[in-house]
């Protein structure tokens, strides 16, 4: 479980404003937090080259990014020495799924083609080996910059505390129903899926 606060970079002009995220539950070592923290980032930057990766497909008409964080040292109320993260602010901030079962409905407004055929994309192209979740940000015409991903992978040592590993890629497919981008990239369907191919009231640029 993490803190989230402003934060200021006071020596840039104009001053700079950030996210700072920290743990609330701390390990027990100035290095493990600070490992921590790099697994976080692991799992941002992971998330970031796939989305990259997706975004050139010639299928895909809107951009996916993620934000770049960096980790920080600094001292907390306490005087304690502390690990954490800083990226910059998102204002109009969404949610499009979770790292279990949620996901927007089909029929809601802000349900995205792109967003969910991304998550099933991100598992077809490593061969099972991973998915790409917890999928939130902010959309801004055509394009979704996210932040703050969970990665479930086969591996539980990689993606920290929120891989919840092939139970958790088989709880986000539960509730994953293909639309007209899983189809039009082929991919192939997980066993754990429900239902058939949605055609009805889509659209595969959405």
Known sequence: CRQVCNATDVGS???NNYVMKAYLD???TLELEG????QDLQCQTCAAFLANEFTKLPEIKKKV???KAKTVLYKGKDGRATWGSVERVLSGFGKWCN???YCKATDDPDYSNTLEAFVHWTWHVTDGYMVVTDVQGLKTGDS???TDPAIHCKDLTRFGATNMGPSGIDSRFSTHVCNPICEALKLRRHPSQPGAFKKSGTSAVH
């Not at 490992?35 to 790099?38: D, R, S, T």
Request: hydrophobic share 40%.
């Open 13 to 15: 002009q104009p001053y």
């Open 26 to 28: 701390k390990p027990s």
């Open 35 to 38: 490992a921590a923290v790099l």
């Open 65 to 67: 990014s993620y934000l």
């Open 99 to 101: 790292n279990g079962k």
């Open 144 to 146: 979704f910059i996210l």
